[in-house]
């Protein structure tokens, strides 16, 4: 038979609003006084009744009073939490050392790497008007020849400025060293000494207004209205002006005395995250670099640089712009009887690059910029996001691992009544405890390594200690911190059942070892898959320096200013050569490292220029020496020579003959706008970042040039500077000399790897610290666990070897694992960054080995400390307490 | 001699406990009133006043007597204090001293 119950709603209600105290016998009541009233009536007036019970006792003096008497002692609990967690924290110091150790070290790696991220990230975003905007690229959809470029002909910003009303300005930039763009020597009129400068860059009025360059002198909407004038930037401004205001004064660069530049204003200096770097403008207005330049389509030099009217779309535009294809690209193509027409129809389109992802987003564009790269930055990120889930690792690891410690304390308060939440509150209180020293401490480590970092990043980073979001922003992270780490030893320990506990059976600690061994495992694989990143970026950089670059880079020195010798130009060259050590100098411009001149020109052959496909190279103009000096090698014909005709001869590089299809090509004649003969051919040799194939290029003779490379052949480099230096100062007595080396100005070219091999290693570092103070932590305490088991083996003759074995065989097995799970994370990522470089050097199967065999070497030895204390002990001492 | 004046129906809740010695709680007391004095009252009425009764110390309680039809729920039990009983014996004496006073008032045997 069914027994009826009453309302369970009601009786919800009822212990819901009831005083504690009085609920169990008010309740009793009304449940004697339905079963009554079920006999006495019927059951659904009984619970009817019982309803109205429960109504009429919803009464003062029954009501639970509102302000809750017990949360008033919560205070006193958290002190006892706190009191407690430092016990525990000061009684075993080690395990307290290894967790807060841990999670300072990931804290600071973190911070620092934020840091760096957060720079990264601001690069161009102080525009007032940034999302209005843009740079302008050329994209080649030709999906086998994939390329973007920055650069269009001179007379992109009319056209940009006749056809669309929505751009609201249009400026131009030209960055790349070409004519007085790049260095220059600079000097006031009236001063005698000229100054090496660099930071030079040409720029339409209009460029100051899009990029909101604040003007200290001068006006912003004018300064670089009037032709063969020029802004220069604060700093400059104070070093040669110091204290005036310059405009209105005139300018020589490199001795051109003839084309004097007046100073039209000042502008303050761009911020250290801004993609421009420049001191110098120089003005585009009526300037034309040789006659018909500024309406020719030829020539690719022009960087354009657009402000969009409000509420113009990128996108639409983007398409709009096809028109000018149309209408100049290909009319003009077609007019100089390019081939490249129908390719330029297909495959040419354009794309407004946001100013914002200028720094970052430009890969594969070729501007002269320093650039980041958005997938470094996010990579950073991701290391540090793993370095500091290792430290919490550690700590979850260890405080379950040594959970037994706290057992008795646990089954205690348990039994005198404490609820599960009280204990949960308990640990995550102490977690929370040490979130807040390792915070500390980890702040003190950044600002301790922050020079360093800087050092090695490359930039100037600060703590931001000043602003105001600071202190709170610390204490939501102190939080978030301790609980992450701090939720799952919480329940884990909260657990417990007291009668387990205080039998004294359970010594709770080998059990769930499972998820105590993934965590080690995953610890060791990011470890090791952070060694082999390292390692590989090391590689790709010996690789980078020491591969064949078809010249010979050691033991050159680049002077520089040597064309303010004038005519004293080739005297000079042969009092250097009379020098012991000097084995032959050259002049030019053009070196095969960046910073020095490139000129892009179009060549074809001779009569065929309407029917072939015509070939863009580099046209440098070199002396006779050029090819000796640079230790470039001559695979077919010959070099230049004093023979007359050598003036309309030209070198072209093997790749440069394929790409004109010539199987013969001494003897035939090619053209850009000269004819040219070949004369010889030379052996490719990498001229820009090696990333990228090499390009075809050809050499042709040039007698002026301010770069003089001597290639010397010294033990005592210092000495033969000096016989330079003097050589130089008989013929320029007003100019220090300034001379570079070239394998300096090379490697420098690859700063950027150079930048990351160091960063990774510094966190493979890091990432092993953690790693091995968690298997520290873990070992020692495994190996008290087995304290007991181990002195009764020694007892019946357990061998030293033998106890060691034991205790590290578990641990090897685990790195084992690790190693075997990141071969292939570690053979991906390699690949793919290595995927960038169009030379690279092989994966070899070395480098996981010896990773490999660092981490195990190195947990070996974490291990063995602990081991070999418990192999030697006497067994007497782990059996006495029991 | 206390100050305090019961009210009329703490003084039949008081008696109520007085009457019914050892086995004084709840239900019961609701039963007995409907027996003895036929007159209605709800169980809520009486748990109230007995926990103002107690505050005012003429009872104590304690508890005990958990039954299955009650859910397994202990009883509270109430038992008079030595100043409860004080306190009935002077209304009862106050009582009787006015009623005498009345002179038609006369009990008809």
Not at chain 1, 325 to 330: A, E, R, T, W
């Amino acid at each position: 038979m069914k027994n009826a119950r009453p309302s369970k709603l009601f009786t919800a209600f009822l212990e819901l609003y009831c005083r504690r105290s009085l609920f169990e016998s008010i309740i009793g009541d009304l449940e004697e006084q339905f079963e009554e009233d079920v006999n006495t009536f019927s059951v659904t007036k009984a619970k009817r009744r019982y309803i109205w019970n429960v109504i009429r006792f919803f009464r003062p003096g029954i009501i639970k009073p509102i302000i809750k008497t017990q949360k008033l002692n919560q205070y006193d609990m958290f002190k006892n939490y706190f009191k407690i967690a430092w016990r525990s924290l000061t009684k075993y110091k080690m395990y307290s050392a290894i967790k807060i150790g841990g999670f300072s070290i990931g804290i600071a790696a973190f911070l620092l790497i934020l840091l760096f991220v957060k720079d990264e990230l601001s690069y161009d975003k102080h525009y007032d008007q940034g999302d209005r905007i843009f740079r302008v690229i050329n994209v080649h959809n030709d999906p086998s020849n994939f390329g973007r470029g920055s650069n269009f002909p001179a007379q992109i910003g009319q056209a940009l400025r006749d056809n669309f009303p929505e751009l609201e300005k249009v400026g131009r930039l030209i960055s790349s060293d070409w004519f007085n763009a790049g260095n220059n020597q600079f000097r006031a009129e009236d001063n005698l000494q000229s100054n090496y400068e660099e930071g030079f860059a040409y720029a339409d009025q209009d460029l100051l207004e899009i990029l909101e360059i604040e003007m200290v002198y001068g006006d912003q909407k004018s300064a670089l209205s009037k032709p063969n004038s020029m802004v220069i930037s604060k700093r400059k401004a104070d070093k040669y002006f110091p204290d005036q205001d310059p405009v209105g004064q005139t300018i020589i660069l490199n001795e051109e005395e003839s084309e004097p530049i007046l100073i039209g204003g000042v502008m303050e200096n761009f911020p250290t995250n801004s993609h421009l770097q420049f001191d110098f403008f120089i003005t585009l207005t009526g300037e034309e670099f040789w006659p018909g330049e500024q309406t020719n389509w030829c020539c690719w030099n022009y960087s354009p640089y657009i402000r969009i009217t409000q509420g113009s779309n990128p996108k639409e535009l983007e398409e709009k712009l096809l028109l000018i294809k149309d209408n100049y690209i290909v009319k003009n193509a077609i007019e100089s009887g390019s081939s490249n027409v129908d390719n330029i129809k297909k495959y040419f389109s354009f794309y407004l690059q946001p100013v914002a992802n200028i720094y970052l987003e430009s890969e594969g564009i070729g501007d002269d910029f320093s650039h980041g790269d958005i997938k470094l930055v996010w990579l950073f990120v991701a290391i540090a996001i793993f370095i500091l889930l290792l430290a919490c690792i550690n700590f979850i690891n260890l405080s379950t691992a040594k959970s037994s410690n706290r057992a008795k304390e646990i089954g205690l308060r348990k039994v005198i009544g404490s609820f599960r939440s009280n204990l949960i509150q308990q640990f995550l209180t102490e977690s929370i405890l040490y979130s807040a020293i390792s915070v500390t401490l980890g702040i003190g480590l950044a600002i301790l390594f922050l020079p360093y970092f800087n050092e090695v990043s490359d930039k100037s980073l600060v703590l931001p200690f000043a602003v105001w979001w600071v202190g709170p922003s610390l204490i939501v992270f102190i939080l978030i911190i301790g609980l992450i780490a701090g939720v799952y030893p919480a329940f884990y320990l909260s657990a417990f059942k007291p009668i387990d506990v205080l039998r004294g059976s359970k010594s709770k600690g080998s059990k769930s070892s499972k998820l105590r061994n993934v965590m080690v495992v995953f610890q060791f694989t990011t470890s090791i898959v952070l060694i082999v990143g390292a390692m590989m970026v090391y590689r790709q950089m010996e690789y980078i320096l020491n591969k064949d670059l078809g010249f010979d880079k050691d033991q050159v020195i680049m002077l520089q200013g040597a064309n303010t010798l004038g005519n004293k130009l080739s005297t000079f060259k042969n009092e250097l050569l009379k020098l012991p050590e000097v084995q032959s100098a050259a002049l030019s411009n053009y070196l095969p490292v960046e910073g020095t001149k490139r000129d892009g020109n179009t060549f074809y052959k001779e009569g065929r220029d309407k029917i072939d496909k015509d070939v863009s190279a580099q046209c440098w103009k070199v002396d006779k020496d050029y090819v000796k000096t640079m230790g470039m090698k001559i695979l077919e014909g010959r070099g230049f020579s004093d023979r007359a005709s050598d003036s309309s001869a030209i070198i072209i590089n093997q790749t440069m003959a394929k790409k004109l299809n010539l199987e013969n090509p001494i003897g035939e004649r090619i053209k850009n706008w000269e004819s040219w003969n070949i004369i010889g051919v030379v052996e490719d040799f990498h001229f820009s970042t090696i990333k990228y194939n090499i390009r075809p290029l050809s050499l042709v003779l040039g007698n002026e040039g301010s770069i003089i490379a001597i290639k010397v052949d010294t033990k005592d480099m210092a000495a033969s500077l000096t016989s330079i230096t003097q050589t130089w100062d008989v013929f320029m007595p007003n100019q220090p000399v300034r001379y570079s080396f070239l394998d300096e100005a090379y490697a420098r070219m690859y700063e950027d790897v150079q930048r990351t091999a160091n960063l990774f290693t510094i966190f493979a570092f890091l990432a092993i610290i953690v790693a091995c103070l968690g298997l520290f932590g873990l070992s020692a305490f495994l190996t008290e666990q087995r304290s007991k088991e181990i002195s009764i083996r020694k007892v019946l003759g357990a061998s030293f070897q033998v106890i060691f074995q034991m205790l590290t065989f578990d641990f090897l097995k685990m790195i084992v694992i690790s190693i075997i799970l990141a071969i292939p994370i570690g053979w991906y990522l390699m690949t793919s960054w290595l995927a960038d470089f169009e030379y690279r050097t092989d994966i070899s199967w070395d480098v996981f080995a010896i990773a490999g065999i660092i981490v195990v070497l190195i947990a070996l030895f974490t291990v063995s400390f602990e081991s070999i204390k418990a192999s030697i002990v006497n067994p007497v001492k782990g059996l006495k307490s029991d | 001699m206390s100050k305090t004046y019961l009210g009329e129906f703490e003084e039949l809740i008081l008696t109520m406990v007085l009457v019914l010695k050892d086995e004084a709680y709840g239900n019961v007391i609701v039963k007995a009133i409907k027996d003895h004095q036929h007159r209605e009252v709800n169980l809520s009425a009486v748990h109230v006043t007995l926990y103002r009764l107690e505050d005012k110390g003429y009872v104590k309680s304690n508890m005990g007597g958990a039954t299955n039809e009650r859910g397994g729920r202990r009883k509270r039990y109430f038992q008079v204090t030595n100043a409860g009983l004080s306190v009935i014996q002077t209304i009862k004496e106050s009582r009787t001293k006015l009623w005498d006073l009345i002179p038609q008032l006369q009990f008809n045997s």
